[in-house]
């Protein structure tokens, strides 16, 4: 079984920074990419950024320049590190894997249970 568990969530003003976590764990042969999602209320849930294992990357233009995800394949970690943060980013931020855990299994896609950040104005 696979887990991820995020942190680094809360709440904080506009222009403010938050750095949110993801850490994999659990029977992991292989981590491909991985990305993060957001909810807001009533709206659909969100890709917001994603990063190979090679470390390439893609945001969603509403983050470009503001917000930059790393991770840590040794750790099997990712990271969200949120600048210049606004009311509209306000929302439940969910890690989301592709993860081999085996060498003969398919890859499986691996969720969160989301962290809530919330951007006062």
């Known amino acids: 079984q696979v887990q991820l568990v995020e942190s680094g969530g809360g709440l904080v003003q506009a222009g403010g920074s938050l750095r949110l976590s993801c850490a994999a764990s659990?029977?992991?042969?292989?981590?491909?990419?991985m990305a993060w999602y957001r909810q807001a209320p009533g709206k659909q849930r969100e890709l917001v950024a994603n990063?190979?294992?090679?470390?390439?990357?893609n945001y969603t233009n509403s983050v470009k320049g503001r917000f930059t995800t790393s991770r840590d394949n040794a750790k099997k970690m990712a990271y969200l590190q949120m600048n210049s943060l606004k009311p509209e980013d306000t929302a439940v931020y969910y890690c989301?894997?592709?993860?081999?855990?085996?060498?003969?299994?398919?890859?499986?896609?691996?969720w969160g249970q989301g962290t809530q950040v919330t951007v006062s104005s």
């Open positions: 989301n894997a592709r993860v081999r855990v085996a060498p003969n299994k398919v890859p499986g896609d691996y």
């Open positions: 659990g029977s992991i042969f292989f981590v491909y990419a």
């Open positions: 990063i190979t294992p090679g470390g390439s990357t």
